[in-house]
């Protein structure tokens, strides 16, 4: 019984601890672009992408397959509503659409662009 006891608590530790670190480390997910957008200076075409996201270092990338396409240091904030879809915030750069913030369907986390940019000549 005394053994059954340790075995428990170990494994609720282990449990908190993985929970603790996945919630500091990575999360990947897919975004769709409904038109070009600029992030960070470079133009990211419409489409559908994965976006990684490292809390730890705040950088964001844009993925097409296991190509980078772009790279950006985002800020994570938490809103009170959790988002009933993907949130893309834009904001006017000349003719470009720049990239502002992002809020993934069913989170409560929305991560700002430190510095967003437009592409040069665009």
């Known amino acids: 019984m005394h053994f059954l006891g340790k075995t428990f ?3 609720l530790t282990l449990t908190a601890l993985l929970g603790i670190s996945a ?13 070009d957008v600029s992030v960070n200076g470079t133009v990211v075409k419409k489409g559908v992408y994965k976006v990684r996201i ?3 270092t705040g950088e964001m990338t844009i993925l097409d397959g296991k190509e980078v396409i772009a790279k950006t240091k985002v800020t994570v904030m938490t809103d009170e509503r959790k988002a009933n879809g993907d949130e893309i ?3 006017q750069g000349g003719d470009t659409n ?5 809020k993934f369907s069913g989170s409560r986390d929305r991560f700002t ?3 967003a ?6």
């Open 23 to 35: 919630l500091a480390g990575e999360i990947t997910k897919t975004l769709t672009l409904n038109r």
């Open 98 to 102: 720049v990239l502002k913030s992002v």
């Open 9 to 11: 608590i170990l494994a």
């Open 117 to 122: 940019q437009a592409a040069p000549n665009q």
């Open 113 to 115: 662009v430190e510095s």
């Open 89 to 91: 915030a834009l904001i």
């Open 54 to 56: 490292n809390r730890e």
